[in-house]
């Protein structure tokens, strides 16, 4: 090792799911929405003021996108916080706030990129084991720590935590920020925003990769008292100034404007999601109520690396962990119904 | 103050120039191009997929764009990183490459963005003060050091230092990495690329901000050994895996293929800023020859403040800063024969 690379920060990154190239292949691995994004969106695309690109976007601490969102969500534009897809914001939220020196707190199980966030800022963490059931026991969040982020529903597993539990955890950390990770919480959740009111030291978390079908256009944000936005908000002015390009402030407008829509594509995952959960456990899977766009199964018999790796031959692609406690289970994306069917005749094959 | 207020990361965040959003004024003020993208930018915007906006962008590791860069400055891709903006890329090597402990090294006048990096990521530094007359004196950063970076041209004073100079500040700092910042680099000045092959050490950053015409787009890049590039890269993906989103990955490759369109618009520049020296002389302004898409211009008589407030009466916007040594600079962006037409009209009145 040459002297320079001493002094290298050397972290181990986290890794996303498998981005395969081959063309055809049914994709229920990274939790992406089955249907396009607005026909809204669209249109706006064939609009775009092309030679507008050679200017910055518009001047990050006032864009209309955080109007219309916080015009959306009945909250000030000083609430909201943009960034590059909710791993930016959250990535800047771990930066901005867990600084006290002493452990955050989230569950064992939970979006893999926590522990690689707390790793590389270098700040202390614990995790509290989930139940048998993958549910989030409340009283694990009680106690002295440095911040508590958890998303709900969790993932990969799915659960819920009651709106009472979650306030319960918040009521309890008011010395420390508590992030509420709510990337799929269209899916049938029960969101935190309504105790914004309440708590000025809780911050929801949100995407636009999920429910929104915008995953190819990096958009997430967060929603928190004014005071805490503008924490946030000066340490990205100390990262980066500009994160969020033209084509993205312009077209995430579009998406937040066509409510409809937006409602009608969740509904009809929630429904493919019933009927999926319905033929898993008439194959012989078990998996918690999911309340996301995918379903953290486990088959009885048949181990989850087999069906992993025998999905890929049917051009099928689904998550599998080798980590401990869930590397039995599979995490499948909720597609198309003419998807999920697909994945239904494969599964057969496979586990008879 | 709260108590979770306590122990939040607090910052004094960079301040980017103004960005008035009046229609019709003359936008001197953040070193964009005065020229539209490419054409093959506009055509690829109409032809974009935008179904596929639903699905994640392009695997980090290996996008066309990064293809696209490497074959036009013939390296591998292993030696391209891309980010949101040089500012993403230099962000992130600071946080990378500068943990030695010891005090990084910059110039005293500089992108005004290198001590709030090294502010928010808890970085010691020291700056060096630039000569009389602006330029970078290389004996001041062969001393002990945590690394060095320094803008080639220099921002915000145009000034260019040779290669042979760069060569010595890289070859004396062996044992941590240099980061020469070339955002002005394509509008006369002489890169250090060639360096990359006796250096492993050195790391070039790029921008299509200013020469490109795409500040927009949110597009930077980074050239550097493989192994400098790789412990890049495991941070990057420790901090946001998909920064880059699908509209900017795609009218990226389409600006690096259109390179007689990219010559051009550097070349209509370069002229304007000659005319452009010649009439600032006459009107009794000095300024070191500039290598950038700007001049740093000062008045014998004048002072800059007021010009600045002035020039704002007539619509044009140029940059100032209340600055210890620049205090009576302007930073004035090149930019069409029109609009310098009209900026010399209002600084004859102004100044007469």
Redesign the interface.
Known sequence: M????E????????T?GE?PQKKGII?LN?N??????SPL??KK??E?A??????????PEKTQLAAELAAYHQVSEEEIFIG??S??VL?MAF???????KPILFPDITYSFYD??A??YGIPFQTKALAEDFTINPEDYLADN??VIFPNPNAPTGTLLCLEDVEKIVAAN????VIVDEAYIDFGGISALPLLKKY??LLVVRTF?KSR??????IGYAVGSA?LIS?L????????????????LE?GVEAVKDDAYFKEICGRIIATRTRTEERLKSLGFTFPKSYGNFIFAAHREVKAGYIFEKLKEYDIYVRHWEKERISNYLRITIGTDEEMDALFRALREIIK
């Not at 079908?213 to 990096?218: I, L, Q, T």
Request: aromatic share 14%; glycine share 6%; with cysteine.
């Open positions: 040459r002297k320079w690379e002094n290298v920060k050397k972290v181990v990154p986290y996303p981005q994709k990274t992406e929405c089955p249907y396009p994004p969106v669209e695309i064939k775009m092309y030679e507008d690109l050679r200017l910055y976007p518009e001047f590059v897809g791993d930016d990535s930066l901005t706030f867990f600084q006290a020196g690689v966030w790793d590389v440095g911040g008011q010395d420390v920020v000025e030291n990769s079908a915008m995953a190819g256009a990096r005071k924490y908000n000066n340490v990205k002015y100390s990262v980066n100034s500009y994160t969020m390009n033209r084509p993205s077209l």
